[in-house]
């Protein structure tokens, strides 16, 4: 009875948070280059992009457009990796020019001492740096075989800085997932404060890696690996916003599943789309800041994020769940969309056989 009021709670707020669509997260994909060639790479981002760098002004121009943007909106530059552009202290100070906060997602590759303060005095707020398993197996995603004697430095720095809010994601896969408790003690001895665990979905090069896809009881471990070590309360853990995990919810993540893309996350891609996170399909693109006004997009566009009644088809038409859940994370949508490419529901129903 108490559970299924808070639920309804729930799916009240996140109706009113839909209305209101506040937009307080942005992306930005300042660059599609990258040093690395990881495994997993959703974005098929490579060391020659073929796009050049978004200039900042360009970026500037779409940011100066949302009249009064939250006290607490927030842009987090990604890529590619974003350490690679010369610039990016010069595009954080601009951001904090404009009263926003920033932060970067990066592996850790070209983070060193000197960027680390260099960054901090730029006004960077937040930093996401990807560890993906002990030595083999994170080399072995990142497709390097020094990847992590570099991240180890730079987690080493971040976690060090009191000013920073910092957090490890790891994707977790077949090759991992028997090292958690050792990736979590290494954590807590590196001074690591939040770690995020997410699994990967079979698109791009991962669709052709068979070891990089949980299976149905490796997911179930994975959530209860989450559920107990939240009890201990030693680092912040937590499981992505990714997917609705039925019986677990409430119990791997601080609120429910809400997949706010498009209802308070856009991103602006390298090209100039105008869409949400940056995994989601490029087909869902809702306009260009090379041709639109973007706060005018976000305004007036999107709808498939915020009526995602299109989702009720294939197994989530008839689904029980339907309601909490919403046909999933977004970026589970891909290529024909007929159907949704990972229920993580039925992941760990297929787990119980
Ligand atoms: S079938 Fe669809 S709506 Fe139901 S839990 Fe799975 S992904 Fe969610
Ligand atoms: S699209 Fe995916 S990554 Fe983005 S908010 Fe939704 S679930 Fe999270």
């Known amino acids: 009875m108490i559970t299924s009021i808070k639920q309804a709670a729930f799916r009240n707020f996140k109706k009113s948070e839909t209305k209101r669509h506040e937009l307080n997260y942005l992306f930005w994909e300042c660059t599609t280059r990258c040093n690395l060639n990881c495994l997993h790479c959703g974005s098929d981002c490579k060391k020659d992009s073929t796009h050049p760098d978004m200039p900042l002004n360009d970026f500037l121009s779409a940011l100066d457009s949302i009249p009064s943007p939250p006290k607490h909106f927030t842009v987090a530059i990604s890529g590619g990796e974003p350490l690679l552009r010369n610039d990016l202290e010069l595009c954080g100070r601009e951001i904090r020019k404009r009263g926003m906060r920033w932060g970067i997602v990066s592996?850790?590759?070209?983070?060193?001492?000197?960027?680390?303060?260099?960054?901090?005095?730029?006004?960077?707020?937040?930093?996401?740096?990807?560890?993906?398993?002990?030595?083999?197996?994170?080399n072995w995603l990142r497709n390097a075989k020094n990847s992590f004697e570099k991240v180890d430095y730079a987690i080493g720095l971040a976690a060090g800085s009191k000013r920073l809010n910092f957090d490890v994601v790891t994707c977790v896969n077949k090759k991992n997932i028997h090292q958690l408790p050792q990736i979590r003690a290494y954590l807590v001895s590196k001074g690591v404060k939040a770690w995020r665990l997410f699994t990967i979905i079979p698109i791009g090069r991962a669709k052709n890696i068979p070891d990089l896809i949980l299976s149905g009881p490796e997911f179930k471990n994975l959530m209860d690996f989450i559920v107990q070590k939240r009890e201990e309360n030693t680092l912040d853990i937590k499981f992505s916003c990714e997917g609705y995990v039925g019986d677990y919810e409430s119990k791997v993540r601080d609120t429910p599943f809400f997949c706010r893309a498009g209802i308070n996350i856009g991103s602006i891609l390298i090209d100039g789309s105008i869409s949400a996170c940056p995994n989601i399909d490029r087909s869902f693109t809702q306009g260009n800041i090379y041709n639109n006004n973007f706060y005018q997009t976000w305004q007036t566009k999107f709808e498939p994020f915020r009526n995602r009644s299109w989702t009720k088809k294939g197994m989530c038409a008839d689904c029980k769940n339907y309601r909490d859940c919403q046909g999933n994370g977004f970026h589970n949508w891909h290529g024909e969309k007929n159907e949704v490419l990972v229920c993580h529901k039925s992941k760990l129903e297929s787990a119980k056989v």
């Open 107 to 138: 592996n850790g590759h070209l983070y060193n001492q000197e960027r680390h303060i260099s960054l901090l005095n730029a006004g960077m707020g937040s930093l996401t740096i990807s560890l993906d398993g002990m030595e083999g197996s994170h």
